[in-house]
């Protein structure tokens, strides 16, 4: 595998210092018209976590799910979805996904659109400077002329509680990656990565599958009713949830490092707050990510080490004098989301181009509306999308509030999916100019929807105006017309 198209190269006009798909980004829109040259540098596989550990592989394992269980509702085919899935085929396509963990192809990319690659841990070690520890220990001074970009993710986080980092729990790279599927697991968590992985977990064949939630609800950062209809469809296909409660203890006397995605050992006993205790052949862990900014050398250049890392609009790091320092994708926090990630790099990259040709950045250079849309598909069954603020995010915003909600199981569109389709819309609308500042859709099929509703949040497009874009029949998407006659309805009866 090269390293860098020139070994003893020590200098670049941008620096990259992590090579996910974000940092892949950067590099690109910096260089792709500007003539200036980019180095990407990673320790580990280049694509990062989401070719590897997350987007990628758990989408793979959900779409056999997912296609299984529409069969097993709709006459006709449930008797072919009777067979059930074929699981060492559905993990040997994980695994094409993949790659089989190889990034050749991503190195190769790299290279051919004309960025550098170097091996090895980067760390901050002054102004426009890093510093790599190759894998045999060795080091190598980079210098950026212009740039340099953080792109150092985030981690599964592993709780304190006790006896559970001992007990070696599946953290999101194994149960991504697993290679054998227990007969009984305990999930920690409820947000999506929790609800994905039990998905996708009970339908691979977990035979005892619990899902202990901290909280209330599942998913508590969307709409309160996603977080119902999704726990309402984990009971139905038998998952157990505990909600409001906590582990405060783990056992497991035979804990061994077996390798990502094998059982980790023997038998795990689970302790909850309220004494039940459970018993599981492996544990995963799905209770949030922490930043990678401990060990990259910000206190070089007078930061903090550790948290996220705060940037500007242009996510520019603040605190740091001149405009060299950027940091892109989790490590800044704004949102932990691929694609928000590789939005973030797209306005990153031309900030630099156009600050290394001596320019000003255009004033649309800046994340500020991407941001105040955020989408994000939960590809659970049901899938969750929203885009915007929820009801509550909006009225803590102190905006005009106005809403409307709408039963997709009546669209013609979902009931020639499958007969029993649950399904429910919601959009969050601002009095003040009549425009939609968020949406929530939650049901079979649902991911493309989301698009449009972003759509409409950046335009800031009137509902009088999308009155007139009409859905074509019979889809899902007819469910915008649905909800403008319901919100019709509702402020004629307001005013009859």
């Given at each position: 595998?090269?390293?860098?198209?020139?070994?003893?190269?020590?200098?670049?006009?941008?620096i990259?210092?992590?090579g996910?798909?974000?940092?892949?980004?950067?590099?690109?829109?910096?260089?792709?018209?500007?003539?200036l040259?980019?180095?990407?540098?990673?320790?580990?596989?280049?694509?990062?976590?989401?070719?590897?550990?997350?987007?990628?592989?758990?989408?793979?394992?959900?779409?056999?799910?997912?296609?299984?269980?529409?069969?097993?509702?709709?006459?006709?085919?449930?008797?072919?979805?009777?067979?059930?899935?074929?699981?060492?085929?559905?993990?040997?396509?994980?695994?094409?996904i993949?790659?089989?963990?190889?990034?050749?192809?991503?190195?190769?990319?790299?290279?051919?659109?004309?960025?550098?690659?170097?091996?090895?841990?980067?760390?901050?070690?002054?102004?426009?400077?890093?510093?790599?520890?190759?894998?045999?220990g060795?080091?190598?001074?980079?210098?950026?002329?212009?740039?340099?970009?953080i792109?150092?993710?985030?981690?599964?986080?592993?709780?304190?509680?006790?006896?559970?980092?001992?007990?070696?729990?599946?953290?999101?790279?194994?149960?991504?990656?697993?290679?054998?599927?227990?007969?009984?697991?305990?999930?920690?968590?409820?947000?999506?990565?929790?609800?994905?992985?039990?998905?996708?977990?009970?339908?691979?064949?977990?035979?005892?599958?619990?899902?202990?939630?901290?909280?209330?609800?599942l998913?508590?950062?969307?709409?309160?009713?996603?977080?119902?209809?999704?726990?309402?469809?984990?009971?139905?296909?038998?998952?157990?949830?505990?909600?409001?409660?906590?582990?405060?203890?783990?056992?497991?006397?035979?804990?061994?490092?077996?390798?990502?995605?094998?059982t980790?050992?023997?038998?795990?006993?689970?302790?909850?707050?309220?004494?039940?205790?459970l018993?599981?052949?492996?544990?995963?862990?799905?209770?949030?990510?922490?930043?990678?900014?401990?060990?990259?050398?910000?206190?070089?250049?007078?930061?903090?080490?550790?948290?996220?890392?705060?940037?500007?609009?242009?996510?520019?790091?603040?605190?740091?004098?001149?405009?060299?320092?950027?940091?892109?994708?989790?490590?800044?926090?704004?949102?932990?989301?691929?694609?928000?990630?590789?939005?973030?790099?797209?306005?990153?990259?031309?900030?630099?181009?156009?600050?290394?040709?001596?320019?000003?950045?255009e004033?649309?250079?800046?994340?500020?509306?991407?941001?105040?849309?955020?989408?994000?598909?939960?590809?659970?069954?049901p899938?969750?999308?929203?885009?915007?603020?929820?009801?509550?995010?909006?009225?803590?915003?102190?905006?005009?509030?106005?809403?409307?909600?709408?039963?997709?199981?009546?669209?013609?569109?979902?009931?020639?999916?499958?007969?029993?389709?649950?399904?429910?819309?919601?959009?969050?609308?601002?009095?003040?100019?009549?425009?939609?500042?968020?949406?929530?859709?939650?049901?079979?099929?649902?991911?493309?929807?989301?698009?449009?509703?972003?759509?409409?949040?950046?335009?800031?497009?009137?509902?009088?105006?999308?009155?007139?874009?009409?859905?074509?029949?019979?889809?899902?998407?007819?469910?915008?017309?649905?909800?403008?006659?319901?919100?019709?309805?509702?402020?004629?009866?307001?005013?009859?």
């Amino acid at each position: 595998m090269p390293a860098s198209v020139d070994p003893d190269r020590t200098e670049w006009d941008v620096i990259v210092l992590g090579g996910a798909a974000a940092g892949e980004n950067a590099a690109q829109y910096a260089t792709q018209f500007s003539g200036l040259s980019a180095v990407l540098v990673e320790a580990a596989l280049l694509g990062g976590e989401c070719s590897y550990w997350a987007c990628m592989p758990s989408k793979g394992l959900l779409r056999p799910v997912e296609l299984i269980d529409d069969a097993a509702h709709l006459p006709g085919t449930a008797k072919a979805a009777a067979h059930g899935l074929d699981v060492d085929a559905v993990l040997a396509r994980r695994d094409t996904i993949v790659k089989n963990l190889d990034d050749t192809s991503q190195v190769d990319w790299a290279v051919g659109a004309g960025i550098d690659v170097v091996r090895g841990y980067g760390r901050l070690t002054g102004e426009r400077q890093i510093t790599v520890t190759g894998q045999d220990g060795g080091t190598r001074v980079l210098t950026a002329r212009h740039a340099v970009v953080i792109d150092t993710g985030s981690s599964a986080t592993v709780p304190g509680t006790p006896g559970l980092r001992e007990a070696l729990p599946w953290t999101s790279h194994d149960v991504t990656n697993l290679h054998e599927v227990p007969r009984r697991v305990v999930l920690v968590g409820g947000g999506v990565v929790a609800c994905e992985a039990a998905t996708w977990l009970r339908g691979l064949g977990v035979e005892e599958l619990t899902l202990v939630n901290r909280g209330d609800r599942l998913l508590a950062r969307q709409e309160p009713f996603a977080g119902e209809l999704v726990a309402d469809k984990l009971r139905a296909d038998g998952v157990h949830l505990y909600s409001n409660a906590s582990v405060t203890s783990v056992q497991r006397p035979d804990a061994r490092d077996t390798g990502t995605g094998r059982t980790h050992g023997g038998e795990v006993r689970v302790t909850l707050d309220d004494g039940t205790v459970l018993t599981a052949d492996e544990v995963v862990v799905a209770t949030g990510r922490t930043p990678n900014s401990g060990d990259i050398g910000l206190d070089a250049v007078g930061l903090r080490a550790g948290g996220y890392v705060d940037v500007d609009d242009q996510q520019q790091v603040r605190g740091v004098e001149g405009d060299w320092l950027y940091a892109i994708g989790d490590v800044c926090g704004k949102a932990l989301l691929t694609h928000m990630g590789k939005y973030q790099a797209r306005i990153v990259g031309e900030v630099i181009a156009a600050r290394a040709a001596g320019k000003a950045p255009e004033p649309g250079l800046s994340t500020a509306a991407g941001h105040s849309a955020v989408p994000q598909v939960t590809f659970t069954n049901p899938e969750v999308g929203s885009a915007g603020l929820t009801e509550q995010q909006a009225r803590e915003a102190g905006l005009d509030v106005e809403t409307v909600e709408f039963d997709m199981a009546a669209l013609a569109g979902t009931y020639v999916q499958r007969d029993d389709y649950v399904g429910r819309a919601k959009l969050v609308l601002d009095r003040s100019d009549d425009t939609i500042v968020g949406a929530t859709f939650v049901g079979p099929g649902i991911a493309e929807m989301v698009h449009a509703a972003t759509i409409a949040i950046v335009g800031k497009v009137p509902l009088a105006t999308l009155w007139h874009a009409v859905p074509s029949y019979p889809t899902v998407s007819e469910t915008w017309l649905r909800l403008h006659e319901t919100l019709n309805a509702q402020r004629r009866g307001a005013t009859a």
